[in-house]
């Protein structure tokens, strides 16, 4: 055996080392080799592997392998590029190379002090981190250049070349290869080139070289550059002279492409996204980035719209050392032709500073030039448009006194649609306070205040109303006792509420108001008691019977002439009828006398798995409710509020079904949701819901009838179909629809869909539905054309999530 460390040689001519030998599940890097016999049972030639496995894993041979030894086997490949050293973790410290031991094997060996050494024979010399092998290996008197002929391979942390000869620096890690192959086992990618050479800077050069990160035998896509640059320390790669080949076929030549290889921020083009519209016609962005500084960067993105011209959108991030960071964002489109030749234009400003353990500061700031703006120029499917744009000012207070959080905010809104009438445009906070404390035991006393104070501004100027705009002051006092055990809890509850109001100036002269009758001032004590119990039998399976008694009281105070700046009334649910609070807001003290009851049937399987869950119960009224959001809204005199039923079920592994009913005291229904869903591991997804909602007038709740369904559905081999549709049954429209198939392959990922909706403000009585087509195309390791069809399926289809990560991980 011959060995060496830095600056010693010892030689053993009696001892030959043996070379490892590589296991039989890898194959060469020889692409043309890698045919279909690279994945199959037949053995694989691995005598020029002559150390650790490298090559092609296949999947069969990858299953033959123990669980905690299998590398991660990409989506949609039947194998997986392995090398015989791992890429290194994120946090791996590495010894300095020309400080680490270095180690060397062969058949034979002969040295000599001034001329240095030849090994010839299953070469083997290793670093950590590093193994370098070949037929033949001359190494000078200084243990610093080697010259490699022969079956040569380098391999260093996942990544291995191969080549016929080399000259290579062991202390700079610098060298020149000639005609080379090799694999990245991170990047799953693989390649040739005829010259390869890199310098002590990291810098490595490949020239005519290819790459791809198809499997061997099935290469959909590569690219082929003149002259391609790797620098390790920039995290960059650019290439000169660049082809990308479908197949055989070249389809895009670059002059110049500037890419990553790593995670790192550099500047470069970004992923460019395209489309169809039936209202703006073709739509293509190319994002440019711009890493100006570590703390510090710039997104420009020209886009084209073929019927409304050249529109220029960007964003820039900001992180500062001491007083936080954000992001700056907008778009401009000058004078669009389908717009009244109008100016569009959007700006925002996100702003987030953590002052302190204690104190977090936000900024929200933003316009837009009109109410169809995100319709017509949108690019993000899930954004609908907005109405009003929310412009804020937020300080937080928490983490610091135990139980106490604390809000001070201005915020105004931009009302985008110009016909909309003053008396519904929200109102300003200028400025609001909210104080909330909370103190005691889990199970014992308990303690919270809550304040909540704000003036809020509304002008009216025209005439759509009067100016009601004033001054909030709310207080809350509450102690309740939680006691519970494995049989029951009760938990009584006292509380005192108070609501100072006070109309600003401009109020008291509109509408002729003294400054004494523009004070309100109301204080409401409350009482609630919440109890329940449970019944459990055991059996094949378990099942619970959970009856539950809730009461609350409060007395009458007249609100009628207080005004209403935030308050709307509760949505009914089986949960609201244990709750006090009719409204949702700060500006009315409900008067409650009332007792509901509701009882909860459980049913679990031997595993835990809750198979049923059966709950109704009812409101029994003890009095009216006299209180109102206005003095106009009938009074609620009904002495029941009519059942509530909940249902859901885990029929199955696979079926799940929700169900939740509501019916008024006469016997009339109030709102149907019914929700039926069968998903699988492999990826299957259907759903099918039914939303159903009757006209309420005292409680402010207007109809609707709509259906929804949604569907994942694997097809043959790697194509899954997709699809989203809500439709209203009122108007006999389909407010929202999708449909589309993808197709996940081991190198590349092909979604094309078809999406046809109104935004929330359409009606589609008058108006028509906005109609896009979409192509994502995604050349794995490399770039494509993306949108967000991902995250609207997410929105749109329950389930999704976890559909979509099972077949990633399939």
């Given at each position: 055996?011959?060995?060496?460390?830095?600056?010693?040689?010892?030689?053993?001519?009696?001892?030959?080392?043996?070379?490892?030998?590589?296991?039989?599940?890898?194959?060469?890097?020889?692409?043309?080799?890698?045919?279909?016999?690279?994945?199959?049972?037949?053995?694989?030639?691995?005598?020029?592997?002559?150390?650790?496995?490298?090559?092609?894993?296949?999947?069969?041979?990858?299953?033959g392998?123990?669980?905690?030894?299998?590398?991660?086997?990409?989506?949609?490949?039947?194998?997986?590029?392995?090398?015989?050293?791992?890429?290194?973790?994120?946090?791996?410290?590495?010894?300095?190379?020309?400080?680490?031991?270095?180690?060397?094997?062969?058949?034979?060996?002969y040295?000599?002090?001034?001329?240095?050494?030849?090994?010839?024979?299953?070469?083997r010399?290793?670093?950590?981190?590093?193994?370098?092998?070949?037929?033949?290996?001359?190494i000078?008197?200084?243990?610093?250049?080697?010259?490699?002929?022969?079956?040569?391979?380098?391999?260093?942390?996942?990544?291995?070349?191969?080549?016929?000869?080399?000259?290579?620096?062991?202390?700079?890690?610098?060298?020149?290869?000639?005609q080379?192959?090799y694999?990245?086992?991170?990047?799953?990618?693989?390649?040739?080139?005829?010259?390869?050479?890199?310098?002590e800077?990291?810098?490595?050069?490949?020239?005519?070289?290819?790459?791809?990160?198809?499997?061997?035998?099935?290469?959909?896509?590569?690219?082929?550059?003149?002259?391609?640059?790797?620098?390790?320390?920039?995290?960059?790669?650019?290439?000169?002279?660049?082809?990308l080949?479908?197949?055989?076929?070249?389809?895009?030549s670059?002059?110049?492409?500037?890419?990553?290889?790593?995670?790192?921020?550099?500047?470069?083009?970004?992923?460019?996204?395209?489309?169809?519209?039936?209202?703006?016609?073709?739509?293509?962005?190319?994002?440019?980035?711009?890493?100006?500084?570590?703390?510090?960067?710039?997104?420009?993105?020209?886009?084209?719209?073929?019927?409304?011209?050249?529109?220029l959108?960007?964003e820039?991030?900001y992180?500062?050392?001491?007083?936080?960071?954000?992001?700056?964002?907008?778009?401009?489109?000058?004078?669009?032709?389908?717009y009244?030749?109008?100016?569009?234009?959007?700006?925002?400003?996100?702003?987030?500073?953590?002052?302190?353990?204690?104190?977090?500061?936000?900024?929200?700031?933003?316009?837009?030039?009109?109410?169809d703006?995100?319709?017509d120029?949108?690019?993000?499917?899930?954004?609908?448009?907005?109405?009003?744009?929310?412009?804020?000012?937020?300080?937080?207070?928490?983490?610091?006194?135990?139980?106490?959080?604390?809000?001070?905010?201005?915020?105004?809104?931009?009302?985008?649609?110009?016909?909309?009438?003053?008396?519904?445009?929200?109102?300003?906070?200028?400025?609001?306070?909210?104080?909330?404390?909370?103190?005691?035991?889990?199970?014992?006393?308990?303690?919270?205040?809550?304040?909540?104070?704000a003036?809020?501004?509304?002008?009216?100027?025209?005439?759509?109303?009067?100016?009601?705009?004033?001054?909030?002051?709310?207080?809350?006092?509450?102690?309740?006792?939680?006691?519970?055990?494995?049989?029951?809890?009760?938990t009584?509850?006292?509380?005192?509420?108070?609501?100072?109001?006070?109309?600003?100036?401009?109020t008291?002269?509109?509408?002729?108001?003294?400054?004494?009758?523009?004070?309100?001032?109301?204080?409401?004590?409350?009482?609630?008691?919440?109890?329940?119990?449970?019944?459990?039998?055991?059996?094949?399976?378990?099942?619970?019977?959970?009856?539950?008694?809730?009461?609350?009281?409060?007395?009458?105070?007249?609100?009628?002439?207080?005004p209403?700046?935030?308050t709307?009334?509760?949505?009914?649910?089986?949960?609201?009828?244990?709750?006090?609070?009719?409204?949702?807001?700060?500006?009315?003290?409900?008067?409650?006398?009332?007792?509901?009851?509701?009882?909860?049937?459980?049913?679990?399987?031997?595993?835990?798995?809750?198979?049923?869950?059966?709950?109704?119960?009812?409101?029994?009224?003890?009095?009216?409710?006299?209180?109102?959001?206005?003095?106009?809204?009938?009074?609620?005199?009904?002495r029941?509020?009519?059942?509530?039923?909940?249902?859901?079920?885990?029929?199955?592994?696979?079926?799940?079904?929700?169900?939740?009913?509501?019916?008024?005291?006469?016997?009339?229904?109030?709102?149907?949701?019914?929700?039926?869903?069968?998903?699988?591991?492999?990826?299957?997804?259907?759903q099918?819901?039914?939303?159903?909602?009757?006209?309420?007038?005292?409680?402010?709740?207007?109809?609707?009838?709509?259906?929804?369904?949604?569907?994942?559905?694997?097809?043959?081999?790697?194509?899954?179909?997709?699809?989203?549709?809500?439709?209203?049954?009122?108007?006999?429209?389909?407010?929202?629809?999708?449909?589309?198939?993808?197709?996940?392959?081991?190198?590349?990922?092909?979604a094309?869909?078809?999406?046809?909706?109104?935004?929330?403000?359409?009606?589609?009585?008058?108006?028509?539905?906005?109609?896009?087509?979409?192509?994502?195309?995604?050349?794995?390791?490399?770039?494509?054309?993306?949108?967000?069809?991902?995250?609207l399926?997410?929105?749109?289809?329950?389930?999704?999530?976890?559909?979509?990560?099972?077949?990633?991980?399939?």
């Open positions: 055996m011959v060995t060496m460390a830095p600056h010693t040689w010892a030689q053993d001519t009696s001892e030959v080392a043996s070379p490892s030998t590589t296991d039989a599940s890898t194959s060469t890097i020889d692409d043309e080799s890698m045919t279909d016999d690279a994945t199959n049972d037949q053995p694989i030639d691995t005598e020029q592997w002559a150390g650790a496995d490298a090559g092609f894993l296949s999947r069969d041979r990858w299953l392998l123990p669980e905690d030894q299998r590398p991660k086997l990409p989506v949609g490949c039947r194998g997986v590029w392995v090398t015989p050293i791992p890429p290194a973790p994120d946090d791996d410290t590495r010894v300095a190379f020309d400080e680490a031991p270095l180690t060397a094997t062969a058949d034979y060996g040295y000599h002090p001034t001329q240095g050494a030849e090994l010839s024979g299953k070469v010399i290793s670093q950590p981190n590093r193994l370098l092998e070949a037929d033949r290996m001359e000078d008197a200084s243990q610093t250049v080697a010259k490699a002929t022969g079956q040569v391979r380098l391999s260093e942390a996942g990544l291995v070349s191969l080549s016929d000869q080399l000259t290579y620096n062991l202390k700079t890690q610098s060298g020149e290869f000639g080379t192959q694999i990245s086992q991170s990047l799953q990618a693989h390649g040739q080139a005829d010259a390869l050479s890199r310098d800077r990291g810098i490595t050069i490949l020239k005519n070289a290819e790459y791809s990160t198809c499997e061997p035998d099935r290469r959909v896509w590569n690219i082929k550059a003149k002259r391609l640059e790797l620098n390790n320390q920039t995290g960059r790669g650019v290439a000169r002279q660049t082809k080949y479908i197949r055989d076929v070249p389809v895009l670059l002059p110049w492409f500037d890419f990553p290889i790593d995670d790192r921020r550099s500047s470069g083009f970004l992923i460019p996204r395209g489309g169809y519209t039936n209202d703006g016609g073709l739509d293509l962005s190319i994002p440019y980035y711009l890493n100006l500084a570590p703390n510090y960067d710039v997104t420009l993105t020209p886009r084209l719209l073929s019927r409304r011209h050249a529109m959108e960007g820039g991030r992180l500062t050392a001491n007083w936080g960071g954000g992001m700056l964002s907008g778009g401009y489109l000058p004078q669009d032709p389908l009244n030749d109008a100016d569009r234009k959007r700006a925002s400003l996100k702003y987030d500073w953590q002052i302190n353990t204690s104190l977090r500061s936000n900024i929200n700031l933003n316009y837009v030039s009109d109410k703006y995100f319709t120029l949108g690019t993000d499917p899930l954004v609908s448009n907005q109405l009003n744009q929310e412009r804020s000012v937020s300080l937080f207070y928490e983490k610091g006194i135990a139980g106490l959080t604390g809000l001070l905010r201005v915020q105004k809104f931009q009302t985008v649609d110009p016909s909309t009438p003053d008396i519904d445009r929200p109102y300003a906070r200028l400025p609001q306070l909210l104080i909330n404390y909370q103190q005691g035991q889990p199970l014992g006393w308990q303690y919270e205040l809550q304040h909540d104070s003036y809020f501004k509304k002008e009216i100027r025209d005439g759509s109303a009067l100016e009601s705009s004033g001054v909030r002051v709310y207080h809350q006092a509450a102690a309740r006792y939680q006691w519970r055990n494995a049989w029951g809890y009760v009584p509850e006292a509380s005192v509420r108070n609501i100072t109001t006070q109309y600003d100036q401009d008291q002269n509109q509408n002729g108001i003294s400054h004494q009758d523009a004070r309100h001032d109301v204080t409401v004590p409350q009482f609630t008691l919440d109890s329940g119990l449970v019944f459990e039998r055991y059996g094949a399976y378990l099942q619970t019977v959970e009856p539950r008694l809730y009461y609350a009281y409060s007395p009458y105070q007249n609100q009628d002439d207080a209403n700046f935030d709307t009334t509760a949505s009914p649910s089986y949960s609201q009828l244990f709750r006090p609070y009719r409204f949702v807001g700060h500006d009315r003290l409900d008067d409650n006398h009332f007792v509901s009851t509701g009882v909860t049937h459980r049913l679990y399987n031997p595993e835990g798995m809750e198979l049923l869950s059966v709950s109704v119960g009812q409101s029994y009224y003890l009095a009216d409710r006299r209180v109102r959001l206005k003095s106009t809204d009938p009074m609620d005199g009904r029941t509020s009519g059942p509530a039923l909940e249902v859901a079920s885990q029929l199955t592994d696979q079926i799940r079904v929700d169900s939740a009913s509501l019916w008024m005291a006469n016997g009339q229904n109030l709102q149907n949701i019914h929700q039926l869903q069968y998903q699988q591991a492999q990826g299957q997804l259907y099918v819901g039914y939303f159903e909602r009757h006209a309420v007038t005292q409680l402010n709740q207007k109809s609707l009838r709509q259906v929804t369904a949604g569907l994942v559905q694997p097809l043959y081999n790697q194509w899954r179909a997709f699809g989203y549709l809500q439709y209203d049954l009122q108007n006999t429209v389909a407010r929202d629809g999708l449909f589309g198939l993808d197709y996940d392959a081991c190198c590349w990922r092909i094309l869909y078809g999406r046809s909706y109104y935004n929330d403000l359409d009606d589609p009585n008058t108006n028509k539905p906005r109609r896009i087509i979409m192509a994502e195309v995604t050349l794995k390791g490399l770039a494509g054309l993306s949108g967000n069809l991902s995250s399926l997410r929105q749109k289809i329950l389930g999704y999530t976890q559909v979509e990560t099972s077949w990633n991980s399939r």
